[in-house]
């Protein structure tokens, strides 16, 4: 016992080391073996062709190892190796992993990846030509994987995630407008790829059901949660540039990304209220609203009003199925020494002894080495397996903390954003109610001053009233002292007058008494004589002299008293001229005032006027701004419309060219068709008539011209083109006809239009020489309408079963004859002919036993269809109420017959010898046509859950066999009659070869010329076949005429 536990303490030490080297020599293979053989199973699991959702474990799985290698060089080895073009499914979640690893991977992921470029874009196109599945979805998911590589190329600075902040998005653009504009152009197109695969997928899912909560619904909504993260981030960064780009370039030079911005926007918003209405994305995640309008970037201060779109993506719990997630980050050295120390504390050391010396463990035998190496192994597997575990555990955490940090983040990147709109806001709040309150404090200054102008005006206009009436007063006071004046002077005149007059008289009487007197002296000395006679005449001188002296006296107290009175009337002028002095002072101090007062009032109306002056000048300019605003508009108005009549020009003259393509002779279209396009064109223009007489009478009315417009050139356009396209399939006057009415019509259409242009002629444009071609058109129309066959109504039904009857019969004789033509070749043929011949007639009895089988079946689905639709009515009724189903119904049936006819001739040329095996397969095919052509002309009336239409599609399955059947034996036939005549050169001389090889290609250049000329001819057989076959269009009436 003691030599075996010594033997143990001596193996102790150098059996570690031993294990540590095996170990240490194939662990990187190892665990490189163990990552590949994870990475394989979760790429396996991920991308499967279930059509269930891709499991999130899977896809977190591919996702650490392209973080733990560093790329994705094992992911695209195991991709290559799958089917993705083969299976649509695959495919689908081929491109949702994908998607997940360029947003959530590795940097080099992408740089990995673009060798692919190319192969993802054949597939894209490939599975395009699928209309129906997963097809044109996994086209478009490839489109959007391609732009998605390319937007990253050109933009490194970009993550896949797409999450950059502010500064990082400037630093992007190198502050560079140039490199803005571009960066925006691009995220538009990566935009418009998201969105259409958005859309893609909501077409093709039915929103009548629950689709969402089926496996198979979300497998096509699990990628779009990628999408909305790309939507969010892009439309939140193409907002910040457009901002940007409008504040350093004018906004006619932005109109085309405003206008882009605005149909992504209508969009995107749809697609997420759309999308947050499904039951699946509520539980993963949460999808943000856009607001309602979209932001105004002709208003810089709109920016602060934009709220980042943030999707939040809840943190998910550990479901209890599943798997353990292998952590793929390498152990770094600390880990690594770790688990060293704690082995060498186990095991012991390995450095103090040779590992290879066993010259001590020969006391212990090898059961007990074994048991101790399996003890150790043992022991090392659940030390791997508990590190393992504590490594899962560890990367399950991580990624949890990484994903709350992540919402925690955006929580707070969304606050941050809440926080400085809500102070951007304020800020603008508190600035607008700055300018509010200034305005409010102008606005009642200027109410003040309105207010006391007024008072001092009314109070101006009151102390002139009062002057006026003071200074009226004063007048009529002067104005009556004056008259007073007048009147005491002309007294006082007339008094001097008086006056004048007494002193006169006095004077006269003295110098009549001085001379009296004198008189007397002198005649008394000559009159001495005569004493007595002067006595008596002295005394009568004396009597009369003592009357004068009475009569002065009396005078003279008339003059004492006219004098008293003159001197009373001085006394009373002088006081009138002292108080008309005192008026004139007053009225001078009054005139004083009033010449004030009018100087204040000439002064304040002299400022008011100056005032009103200013107004009515800022009113002048208003109106001159105004006016030249509305003209502005006016010349934007009208050059809308002239930009819009010119665009609608191009689109007739674009139609009127391809009148003259030639590679539109093969376009054919119907006369019905015709017909609806003119008469959606002439309702058209009676629209743009009733627009263009509102746009005669208010110029602002050109907004419901311009839809108008479009619309007028679009349907112009088309019914040219409908036209040209009937007159390829009609008769050669009527087609000439239509033809050159449509040249008509377009050339008025583009008068018209030219007319719009010139604001000279704009008013006397007219379009009713286009009503009148399109009425023509119409009536053109009309005479190319069918006309139906040349058959009584009653006997359609009657037809119907003869034709059936007769296909029937066809098919029946040649059956005979393609049996009796068998047994000649089995009579006469041998060897190869004969092998050939009956692998054909052989292929084309197939061939009508199939067709009689289909034609069984069409008179079985006719006459449940005749049953269930004609009610109480006969089959007869019946079939002339339907008479346009009855004739294709007969149109096929002899198509079936005479095509059973023509195959059997051609098969017996063949079998004869002088046939050719190509007439042979062309009667096939043509015959498999007609076969389809009744099929049709059957179904279209019949249930879909009919038995017998189940049956007729069997039987129409079944032709479609036998007649590749037929192309395939004849195919063979000719291949090996053709190995008999193999080319032997071997004794030809290099002169012969030449020689050979000229005639060879003199040959090649016949027949290709001969091969040009019959497709010419096909073309021509064609065209007339369908002008032949069209007798129930009622075309071979008009080229009989």
């Not at 990628?223 to 540039?241: E, G, W």
């Not at 007063?473 to 005491?488: I, S, T």
């Not at 006595?535 to 003279?556: F, H, I, P, W």
């Not at 053109?780 to 009657?798: A, H, T, Y």
Request: proline fraction near 2%.
């Amino acid at each position: 016992m003691d030599r075996v536990s010594s033997s143990m303490k001596q193996v102790s030490n150098p059996l570690p080391k031993v294990l540590s080297r095996r170990a240490g020599g194939g662990g990187l293979e190892a665990e490189r073996e163990s990552f590949e053989r994870a990475q394989t199973v979760s790429i396996n699991k991920a991308i499967n062709a279930q059509e269930v959702a891709v499991k999130e474990k899977h896809a977190r799985t591919c996702i650490l190892g392209t973080h733990h290698e560093k790329g994705a060089q094992t992911f695209w080895s195991v991709v290559n190796r799958l089917p993705l073009s083969g299976n649509a499914v695959l495919c689908w979640k081929f491109c949702h992993v994908f998607h997940k690893l360029l947003r959530d991977g590795h940097s080099n992921v992408l740089k990995d990846s673009l060798r692919y470029k190319n192969e993802l874009s054949d597939m894209s196109r490939m599975w395009g030509h699928l209309s129906e599945g997963y097809g044109q979805l996994c086209s478009i998911y490839l489109k959007l994987l391609r732009t998605k590589m390319e937007f990253h190329t050109k933009n490194p600075r970009f993550p896949g995630n797409l999450q950059m902040s502010d500064r990082q998005l400037d630093e992007a653009g190198e502050n560079d407008v140039n490199n803005f504009f571009q960066l925006t152009v691009e995220m538009f197109d990566y935009l418009e790829c998201e969105l259409n695969l958005f859309q893609t997928v909501f077409s093709s899912l039915d929103m009548s059901r629950s689709v969402s909560v089926t496996a198979t619904g979300q497998c096509r909504l699990a990628p779009l949660i990628q999408v909305i993260l790309d939507c969010s981030h892009l439309y939140d960064y193409t907002v910040k540039l457009l901002f940007k780009l409008h504040s350093c370039l004018p906004a006619d030079t932005l109109q085309g990304h405003r206008d882009r911005f605005l149909e992504q926007f209508r969009k995107l918003k749809d697609l997420f209220y759309r999308s947050s209405n499904l039951q699946y994305f509520k539980r993963l995640i949460q999808i943000p609203q856009l607001p309602e309008n979209p932001p105004n970037f002709l208003r810089a201060s709109a920016l602060s009003e934009h709220i980042s779109p943030v999707v939040v993506i809840p943190a998910e719990a550990p479901s209890p199925d599943s798997e353990p997630t292998t952590d793929l980050v390498e152990m770094d050295t600390a880990s690594q020494s770790l688990f060293d120390n704690k082995f060498d504390d186990i095991f012991g050391s390995s450095l103090s002894s040779d590992p290879f010396n066993f010259s001590s463990q020969n006391g212990m035998n090898k059961d007990d080495k074994d048991r101790l190496i399996e003890q150790l192994y043992g022991e090392i597997a659940a030390l791997k397996e508990e590190l393992e575990s504590f490594k899962a555990e560890s990367a399950r955490g991580m990624v949890q903390l990484r994903g709350r940090a992540s919402e925690l983040e955006a929580e707070l990147a969304e606050q941050r954003h809440l926080k400085q709109q809500a102070q951007d806001e304020s800020e603008f709040l508190r600035t607008e109610l700055e300018e509010l309150k200034k305005q409010r404090e102008d606005t009642e200054k200027a109410q003040r001053s309105l207010t006391e102008i007024e008072r001092r005006a009314q109070a101006n206009e009151q102390r002139y009233g009062k002057l006026k009436e003071k200074y009226s007063e004063l007048v009529q006071n002067h104005a009556d002292l004056l008259r007073k004046n007048a009147e005491v002077t002309k007294q006082v005149t007339v008094a001097r007058q008086a006056q004048g007059d007494v002193e006169r008289e006095k004077k006269e009487l003295e110098d009549s008494f001085q001379r009296v007197s004198e008189q007397a002296q002198r005649k008394s000395q000559e009159q001495a004589e005569v004493l007595d006679t002067l006595k008596r005449e002295l005394a009568a001188s004396k009597q009369e002299l003592q009357v004068l002296q009475g009569t002065l006296e009396s005078s003279t107290q008339v003059g004492v008293q006219q004098s008293t009175r003159i001197a009373g009337l001085e006394q009373e002028r002088d006081s009138l001229s002292r108080a008309a002095e005192r008026h004139g002072e007053e009225m001078t101090a009054l005139r004083a005032e009033l010449q004030q007062l009018q100087d204040t009032l000439r002064r304040e109306q002299e400022s008011s006027k100056r005032e009103l002056e200013t107004l009515q000048a800022q009113l002048r300019d208003k109106e001159s701004e105004e006016r030249a605003r509305q003209q502005h508009l006016a010349e934007e108005q009208f050059a809308l419309l002239q930009g819009t009549a010119r665009e609608a020009e191009q689109m007739v003259q674009d139609a009127l060219s391809r009148l003259e393509d030639p590679t539109h002779i093969g376009c054919t279209g119907s006369a019905d068709c015709l017909l609806s396009r003119t008469l959606a064109a002439s309702e058209c223009v009676v629209r743009l008539q009733e627009a263009h007489g509102k746009y005669l009478s208010n110029h602002a009315a050109v907004g419901s011209l311009l839809p108008c417009l479009a619309l007028f050139a679009h349907l112009i356009s088309d019914t040219l083109m409908q036209g040209s396209a009937t007159s390829h399939v009609a008769p050669m006057e009527p087609a000439d006809r239509l033809l050159e009415m449509c040249k008509q019509c377009g050339s008025e259409a583009v008068s018209y239009l030219r007319a719009l242009q010139d604001p000279g002629t704009a008013e006397g444009a007219d379009c009713s020489p286009v009503t009148t071609c399109l009425g023509q058109i119409s009536a053109i129309g009309e005479e190319l309408r069918p006309r139906g066959l040349d058959i009584k109504q009653e006997e359609l039904g009657d037809l119907v079963d003869k034709e059936m009857a007769a296909t029937a019969a066809a098919i029946e004789t040649a059956s005979a004859r393609i049996e009796e033509m068998l047994s000649k070749a089995r009579a006469g043929d041998t060897g190869v002919k004969l092998e050939v011949n009956e692998r054909i007639l052989g292929s084309c009895t197939g061939l009508m036993q199939a067709i009689h089988i289909l034609v069984l079946a069409s008179k079985d689905l006719q006459r449940e269809i005749v049953e269930s639709g004609r009610g109480a009515a006969s089959p007869k009724e019946f079939y002339a109420k339907n008479s346009r189903w009855t004739e294709g119904l007969i149109s096929a049936s002899k198509a079936v017959g005479w095509g059973a006819t023509v195959m059997v001739d051609a098969a017996d040329l063949v079998v004869q010898g002088k046939g050719t095996f190509e007439e042979l397969m062309v009667c096939s095919r043509e015959i498999a046509a007609s076969t389809a052509q009744l099929v049709a002309a059957s179904k279209v009336k019949a249930d879909k859950d009919s038995a017998n239409l189940c049956k007729l599609q069997q039987a129409s399955r079944g032709v479609n066999q036998a007649t590749a059947g037929v192309v395939a034996s004849t195919k063979a036939g000719k291949s090996q009659v053709e190995e008999k005549d193999s080319m032997d050169f071997s004794s030809m001389t290099l002169t012969q070869i030449k020689r050979q090889e000229m005639d060879s290609q003199v040959r090649v250049l016949e027949l290709e010329n001969q091969l040009q000329k019959e497709r010419q001819k096909l073309g021509e057989l064609r065209k007339k076949h369908y002008e032949l076959a069209g007798v129930a269009e009622g075309w071979e009436e008009d080229a009989a005429e």
